[in-house]
């Protein structure tokens, strides 16, 4: 993958909401004071009459956001991971979620990956927060052009979305003229049928070259980009589980809460199979340099490859 082109989901964000506010005029889009960060700035610059900085007040902004979404607007509201599901929960609970409105958190900067800011700025329970709201959407893209298609179909959905964006750039390997991309739909990256491993956000890249390390050594899995955490895509999970006979999940985030126990959840339920979840474990991260701090917690593909084919041996 190191010819591959890289670049950081979060740009794909910025450049849909270009994109969508060229076309529609129902578009509004918040920020707390991260324009820069998040890529709303893009949107911004085009639209400066439809952009808006709440400055460092992330409820305030959820707030604002739902009235706007009251008023028949399509409202994006942008932070921080941290910010926009921590810190603005309550609001994004009730003045959103409570009330179904059409508001879509492009929720930046989430995961181990943010790096040298450290444990105060590394969200990992974002999903499960997230998760927890009933009828919230839940989604982080494999690269930025998903990233850019689940945008615009955040647009369409009717309800409120959270969507996780990443700082770090990430291969490309969809092609935007033939992707499609919908929600609550997980898509087959490689064929398997001896271990099934089921990842989302920068991991996805991290599982397909894992998927290689272990084609090497003559195990065949099958790697599945779950981006929608929730709704979960239950028909191919249940298909996975049938078909390979042991999952294996990768996330940048917690072990509780994530992709990880949504996958757990449903297959107890439905079809009980071993599973294993890479994440995060039940610890806050800590500053240093984001490729680094990925090998440390496990979050790479050797790591990915050597847990499944330890997995595999029982």
Known sequence: MADVKKIATRMGYGAALRELGALHD??????ADLAGSTQTATFGKAFPDRHFNCGIAEGNMMAAAAGA???GMVAFASSFA????????????????????NVKIGASHGGI????????HQCLEDYALMRSIPGMVVMSP???VEARAMVKAAYEHQGPVYMRFGRSPVPVFHDEETFRFEIGRGEVMREGTDIAIIANGLLVAEAVEAGELLAAQGIHARIINMATVKPLDETLVRKAAEECGRILTCEEHSVIGGLGD?????LSETRPTPVKRIGTPDVFGHSGPAGELLRQFGLCAEHIAETARRFLQG
């Open 69 to 71: 979404a009251s008023m």
């Open 113 to 120: 990956s943010v790096g040298e800011d450290g444990a105060s």
């Open 26 to 31: 129902n578009i509004v889009v918040f920020d």
């Open 142 to 144: 494999a690269d930025e």
């Open 262 to 266: 949504a996958v757990c959840s449903f």
């Open 82 to 101: 941290m910010f926009a599901a921590g810190r603005a929960y309550e609001q994004v609970r009730n003045s959103i979620g409570y009330t179904q409105l």
